[in-house]
């Protein structure tokens, strides 16, 4: 049985095999070449590559050995001394790292908190210290396999699971239960030098507590307040501009080891002070007022990617100086095409893309819609800005309602629906809604809304449970009972909603856009009339003040479409055939352009008579087909009587299938040799009896001799 040495513990064995092993707790195939090797008694060596080395043997720890890891290139550089200025350096580098988060972690090492930490010192004194790697592989490996063996009586492994290079110390991390192992390691021999193993004192407590990341230390405070003192430097309060140019040429900025200034010197140091400039404002608005202008000129730019931070955090400036840069076309800008959407104000004067882009002013011009000036030159008036948003705003013209009435019959129900709905809705109810009648309302919550006007908009409880928005609810059931059918049914509905009261239409007629167009095809509730009768539908939009209570108001938008069509004889002469309500976040309505009509004139315009023809001419295209042109031809002809219009329409139908019909005869007979065509009077047959009845009716002049 082969005795456990009594040795006191020493170093790692000499050459590679040292460190190296079967793995943390596996076996691993023998990759030698050479032959198997034996031991005296003829069993298999297990150790055999590891005989002679200096050290016992392998069999005298019970668990493998760590593995050889990799040793990547630059794996010591943590050992090496550190400058003395890495406390102000890491500083700055926290600031630019994290005071977007207004946090500034600046740690001079990085140490898990997430099991208990040691520190071993004595590996720089080592012989292993001249490994390519520091021996830092050498020392952990020794430290799992001698931690392991102090307790023989079990087979557990010893792992560490972090480790780097501080200094001339290790700190290590693994669980409690391997740490208090490794910890017995205390002035072990490791390659010719006495470890010293001890808590590291700057680890936190395996479950204390975390440590404040919103905590800054006080180098990266004062380099906060540097940063501070250089913004307000640069600040004109009266021209509310602030000057970043030619940072390169900073006392404060090369005092504090910005000397270099290159692109990234400058990708670090420019996203720093936008952080420090943005956290000197308490508000939106407040930053807004303070900063209309920023000079970016003389910086060595030759693209706004350093920089693209100034976007995010002033995006609302309106004039930006890039001018003596290096800036050589217009994609090192266009980073910032989509933003500072006021920009009023842009020079890019002394830069490259003056000559390599001669046209990049144009570009520049689609770019920002309200830039003004470019490069001191006006490209644009405030007129034309104002012209140039109105038209992306509103591309197609708002030219005023059409409002085509029938006797009246629109404009008289609009003047009463205003006065009875806010006053007496019962009313109202009964004198034009019928058990035919349907009523339906739906609330649309995302309607768009003008930036100019962000009031907060009311509570829609009363109304989103009768309410039939059809993108919202998917199910038939709820779409079929939130139909209100009958006068029975709409007035409970009405009952429940909120009192209103609509502005006047002769004093606030404005707030209206009223449209009216005559309806055919409507179903005849007489049942006189198969298919069907013409009636009116009505759009309307506008506002109302919503009045729950005596001292709570509410403003709306609503839009209300209304078809009308004549009653019952047993109900009101004229019907409401369907109510359509949809209400929205109030927002003033669009005003037509100058050369339209009033928005809200209800009444007829002066060309009444014109109306009228076109109604009448729309009507006999509905019911012929014919286009606008012969529909008002036929009606000329028959003193825009319709009934007239339309027999006569007939009666030339039938002419034209006989003319038709004859010309058809005739190329038959061609057909057959024959060279003459006797006349239509010479048919005595019912074609031409037919043709002549119609004639005589319509007094047709032509002589039926000379149609062929």
């Known amino acids: 049985m082969i005795q456990r040495s009594t040795a006191p513990p020493r170093g790692p064995r000499s050459g590679p095999s040292g460190a190296q092993g079967g793995g943390r707790g596996g076996i691993q195939k023998r990759r030698g070449g050479g032959p198997v090797r034996v031991d005296k008694d003829g069993d298999l060596d297990m150790d055999g590559s590891g005989r002679g080395k200096s050290g016992k043997g392998r069999l005298e720890s019970p668990t493998p050995t760590r593995p050889q890891r990799p040793q990547p290139p630059g794996r010591g550089r943590a050992s090496t001394p550190r400058a003395g200025n890495l406390g102000t350096q890491k500083a700055q580098q926290a600031i630019l790292r994290g005071l977007g988060a207004k946090q500034a972690n600046v740690l001079d090492s990085r140490v898990s908190t997430g099991g208990t930490t040691l520190q071993v010192d004595g590996l720089k004194s080592s012989k292993a210290a001249s490994n390519p790697d520091g021996g ?5 490996g020794f430290l799992e396999r001698k931690a392991a063996a102090l307790d023989s009586g079990s087979n557990r ?3 560490i699971k972090k480790s780097h290079i501080k ?3 290790v700190i290590i991390t693994a669980s409690p239960e391997d740490i208090e192992q490794i910890a017995k390691l205390n002035s072990f021999v490791f390659a010719g030098s006495s470890l010293t193993i001890k808590p590291c004192e700057s680890a936190s407590p395996p479950h204390g507590p975390k440590e404040d990341k919103n905590v800054v230390s006080q180098t990266a405070q004062e380099t906060k307040e540097k940063f501070r003192a250089i913004l307000a430097a640069r600040y004109d309060g009266n021209l509310k501009l602030l000057n970043l140019s030619a940072l390169a040429q900073d006392t404060e900025l090369l005092q504090m080891g910005f000397g270099a200034f290159d692109e990234k010197t400058t990708s670090k140091l420019f996203p720093a002070l936008m952080v420090v400039a943005d956290q000197l404002f308490k508000s939106w608005q407040e930053k807004r007022d303070a900063i209309v202008s920023v000079s970016l000129a003389n910086n060595g730019l030759s693209d706004v990617a350093a920089v693209t931070s100034l976007a995010q955090t002033f995006p609302d400036i309106k004039n930006l100086d890039l001018s003596s840069n290096n800036i050589k076309d217009l994609k090192s800008i266009s980073a910032w095409r989509w933003k500072f959407r006021n920009l009023e104000t842009l020079v890019l004067a002394n ?17 920002y819609p309200k830039l003004q000036n470019l490069n001191y030159v006006q490209v644009r008036t405030p007129e034309e800005v104002a012209a140039t948003i109105e038209a992306v705003n509103t591309p197609i013209p708002i030219s005023g309602p059409d409002f085509r009435d029938v006797s009246q019959v629109g404009e008289n129900f609009i003047r009463q629906f205003v006065a009875l709905y806010d006053t007496d809705r019962g009313a109202f109810l009964s004198s034009f809604y019928d058990a035919e009648s349907v009523f339906s309302l739906a609330v649309n919550m995302h309607a768009p809304r003008s930036r100019e006007h962000t009031a907060p908009v009311p509570s829609w409880d009363t109304y989103t ?3 039939r928005n059809l993108t919202k609810l998917t199910y038939a059931g709820p779409r079929l009972n939130r139909r209100y059918k009958g006068v029975q049914a709409i007035q409970p509905v009405w009952a429940e909603l909120p009192s209103t009261r609509h502005p006047d239409l002769g004093t606030e007629a404005a707030k209206y856009i009223i449209e009216c167009h005559p309806l055919p095809g409507l179903a005849d509730p007489s049942g006189q009339n198969p298919g069907g009768v013409d009636g009116l539908i009505i759009t309307m939009h506008g506002e109302f003040e919503e009045q729950k209570i005596a001292t709570e108001k509410a403003l709306r938008s609503f839009s209300r479409t209304f078809i009308l069509g004549p009653g019952a004889p047993s109900g009101p002469p004229i019907r409401v055939v369907c109510d359509m309500l949809t209400l929205r976040a109030w927002t003033p309505l669009a005003m037509p352009s100058q050369s339209a009509p009033h928005p809200a004139q209800v009444t007829p315009a002066i060309g009444v008579e014109q109306q009228q023809k076109e109604v009448v001419a729309r009507q006999l295209m509905e019911k012929t087909g014919m286009t606008m042109e012969y529909a008002v031809m036929c009606l000329e002809q028959t003193a825009w009587e319709l009934p007239q219009a339309f027999e006569a329409f007939q009666q030339n139908k039938v002419l034209t299938y006989i003319h038709h019909s004859y010309v058809k005869l005739m190329k038959t007979a061609n057909k057959t040799h024959r060279t003459n065509y006797p006349p ?6 019912p074609l031409y009896k037919m043709y002549e009845l119609i004639c005589s009716r319509s007094q047709d002049t032509k002589s039926l001799a000379n149609i062929q």
């Open 136 to 140: 830092l592989d050498s020392l952990l």
């Open 157 to 159: 492994t010893v792992r």
């Open 167 to 169: 200094g001339d110390s």
């Open 351 to 367: 830069n490259p893309v003056e000559t390599q882009a001669p046209n990049f002013n144009v570009e520049i011009m689609k770019w």
């Open 465 to 467: 449970k009768h309410s």
């Open 680 to 685: 239509m009077h010479s048919f005595q047959g």
